[in-house]
């Protein structure tokens, strides 16, 4: 109950700062069970749009408090009139976990991208998507590589239901032990897509689904869904 309380907030005092939306989340994956915030925005001008969003996770590996800090921050520039344009990333992070009661860390490597963003709407922005083909550097790991992502969104029944999401493959070379053997993968595959029930304009719940291959330091392909809510500004 306390941290739950410290969670809420966490929430509310993130509903002071100006951002598009705020996210909370309880991970119901194998093995997890702890919360999530997600702060997220989405300007677009005219000369293109900037995009970020913050995750924390709470409680994973037997940490108290901030868990896990992510965050990505895009900015694509392109005409109004254009459908193409140019797109320039970051992304990184830290977190924490215990072992017995010895606290260890690890960092996120950070990565910069940049190639192109192709983009569609329909007229009245119930429906959209965008394709990206990026070139990738991760720190201290490649100097290049790449990612192709794809992001997406649908406001349907008369705006009551919303899917939106995102798919990300990239090269990445990770190691994983299999019992007495080590595997090694190049790939790695993310998405995560979000059906909400939209009460109003400002309150939604709903759900994510974490698709991923050779992500988070699990090997293969796993599935972990979380239920939430939102609050829209």
């Keep these: 109950m ?6 809420f907030v ?6 002071s700062v100006e951002a598009q939306n705020v996210q909370l989340h309880y991970d119901m994956g194998e093995g997890r069970g702890f919360f999530t915030t997600t702060v997220e925005m989405f300007k677009p001008d005219k000369f293109g749009n900037t995009f970020f969003f913050i995750d924390m996770d709470y409680g994973s590996g037997g940490a108290e408090g901030v868990s896990l800090a992510y965050w990505e921050i895009a ?3 392109k005409p109004e009139s254009s459908p193409v344009g140019f797109h320039a990333e970051y992304n990184g992070g830290m977190g924490q976990f215990f072992v017995d009661e010895t606290a260890l860390a690890y960092s996120i490597n950070g990565a910069w991208l940049a190639g192109l963003d192709y983009s569609w709407n329909s007229a009245d922005f119930s429906k959209g998507f965008s394709i990206k083909p990026l070139y990738k ?5 490649h100097n290049a590589s790449f990612q192709l992502t794809g992001v997406w969104y649908y406001n349907f029944a008369n705006n ?7 798919a990300d493959l990239w090269r ?6 299999v019992g007495e053997n ?3 993968t190049k790939y790695v595959f993310l998405s995560e897509p979000q059906l ?3 009460f109003n304009k400002n309150f939604a719940v709903g759900s994510e689904v974490e698709l991923s291959a050779n992500f988070g330091g699990l090997k293969g392909f796993n599935v972990m869904p979380t239920i939430g809510a939102k609050v829209t500004f």
């Design 182 to 184: 080590v595997e090694a």
């Design 137 to 141: 550097y991760i720190r201290g790991k």
């Design 172 to 177: 990445e070379d990770f190691s994983f032990a």
């Design 160 to 166: 009551k239901l919303s899917f939106t999401g995102f």
């Design 75 to 77: 900015r694509v520039f």
């Design 10 to 15: 966490f929430v509310i005092t993130l509903i």
């Design 2 to 7: 306390k941290r739950f309380l410290l969670l």
């Design 196 to 198: 909400w029930y939209n």
